[in-house]
Nanobody, 125 residues
Framework: QVQLVESGGGLVQAGDSLRLSCTAS????????MGWFRQAPGKEREFVAA????????VYADSVKGRFTISRDNAKNTVYLQMNSLKPEDTAVYYC??????????????????WGQGTQVTVSS
């Protein structure tokens, strides 16, 4: 399995921006579709965004479309999540995940078999 480490979380005000990073090690990063998920207190983990191995295809949850952008740099083994116009309802622990099996980008949690430890994002109103 690939090892994943997220960074970039923090406490911000509504309307601010944050960029999360997730750096992979242990396997060939470009072999993986990558996804971002989040989990708020008392709620199930939910899909946020995903990007294909080559970076040529992306998928977003409706709740973040137009505000968040996922990207990747295969030379740096890193996937990013640029979050703009943050809202209090974006408060959650954000996780990156790797999917080695799917041909197309998936929004299904069960398709991802490697996970990072998560980074906290808190948006105050």
């Amino acid at each position: 399995q690939v090892q994943l480490v997220e960074s970039g979380g923090g406490l911000v005000q509504a309307g601010d921006s944050l960029r999360l990073s997730c750096t992979a090690s242990g396997r060939t990063f470009s072999n993986y579709n990558m996804g971002w998920f989040r989990q708020a207190p008392g709620k199930e983990r939910e899909f946020v965004a995903a990007i294909r191995r080559s970076g040529g295809n992306t998928v977003y949850a409706d709740s973040v479309k137009g505000r968040f952008t996922i990207s990747r740099d295969n030379a740096k083994n890193t996937v990013y999540l640029q979050m703009n116009s943050l809202k209090p309802e974006d408060t959650a622990v954000y996780y990156c995940a790797a999917d080695a099996r799917s041909f197309i980008v998936s929004n299904l949690l069960q398709r991802y078999d490697s996970w990072g430890q998560g980074t906290q994002v808190t948006v105050s109103s």
